[in-house]
């Protein structure tokens, strides 16, 4: 199953119309949907925290 499942992530837009990926195709859109609800949140933090980090580096770089 998780082998299957792997297979054909992120392959949902080959196998749309394909009835026998159909079961696959949906549950590579559930696995979407929490993956950017997750992703949506981290990526912003992520974003943050570098935008922080050249904030810190461009500060400190003349004195080093």
Known sequence: MYIKRKKYMFR????KYDLTHF???FQNIIALKFFIKFADKSLK?????????KVI???IWPFW
């Open 45 to 53: 933090i992520l974003a943050f925290s570098k935008a922080i980090c």
């Open 23 to 25: 079961h696959a195709y």
């Open 12 to 15: 949902y837009f080959d196998s």
């Open 57 to 59: 580096v461009e500060l």
